[in-house]
């Protein structure tokens, strides 16, 4: 497989990798994920299309309300390469600590 392609619609998207200058593969890779996502964050879906139609119908025909559902679906950028961890910072002298969550 002959990567100039990706390599080309990255430099329509950013020119932090243009020219043939060494660069970091993680933060290649990292930027492609979150173009992708990005992507399909914002992409018109058929399905949500149809349920929201669906619903509409049949709220319509129906005298008495119903309450709304949401439908949410899960990316594949989400599953495989997004990560959300607790970080918990702990003093030993004092027993302080604090944490939050942080996202990979």
């Known amino acids: 497989a002959n990567p100039s392609a990706l390599k080309k619609q990255m430099d329509v998207l950013t ?6 200058e060494q660069r970091d593969a993680h933060e290649f890779l990292g930027d492609l994920v979150d173009f992708l996502h990005e ?4 992409s ?11 619903s509409q119908e ?21 599953e495989y390469f997004h990560l959300k961890v607790r970080v ?3 003093c030993k002298s004092c027993g302080y600590s604090r944490s939050k969550e942080e996202l990979y």
């Open 15 to 20: 020119d932090k990798f243009a020219g043939y």
């Open 39 to 42: 992507e399909l964050v914002d």
């Open 44 to 54: 018109p879906s058929d399905e949500k299309d149809d349920e929201s139609k669906k």
């Open 58 to 78: 049949s709220n319509s025909e129906d005298a008495e309300e119903k309450p709304a559902t949401v439908v949410t679906t899960d990316l594949p950028t989400d």
């Open 88 to 90: 918990c910072l702990k």
